[in-house]
């Protein structure tokens, strides 16, 4: 069983910045997945980046969000900076290409 325990999410203004941290229980060789969800729509994928560190964005947080990775640590983080209030969402990692990994979320909140 893998564990997936995101954190650094809050309250933040809009044009302010936050750091998420996806911390998974066991070594990570796989895609690993930043997506959003808001209450009544479907969850988004943010980000994603591949074992070999190559990365790819959705493309209104591209120039603005950078996904990365600590192999040595099992972490995976998204930076999140010039942030919008139309970035407000739940934001929960996954280890892509295995369903039931996902981690059970934090809440992303931008003022405007």
């Known amino acids: 069983q893998v564990q997936l325990v995101e954190s650094g999410g809050g309250l933040v203004q809009a044009g302010g910045s936050l750091r998420l941290s996806c911390a998974v229980s066991r070594s990570i060789f796989s895609a690993m997945g930043w997506y959003r969800q808001n209450p009544g729509k479907q969850r988004e994928l943010v980000a994603a980046i591949t074992s070999g560190g190559s990365t790819n964005y959705v493309d209104s947080v591209k120039g603005r969000f950078t996904i990365s990775r600590d192999n040595a640590k099992n972490t995976v983080y998204l930076q999140m900076n010039s942030l919008k209030p139309a970035d407000t969402a739940a934001y929960y990692c996954?280890?892509?290409?295995?369903?039931?990994?996902w981690g059970q979320g934090t809440q992303v909140t931008v003022s405007s």
């Open positions: 996954h280890l892509i290409g295995f369903s039931n990994y």
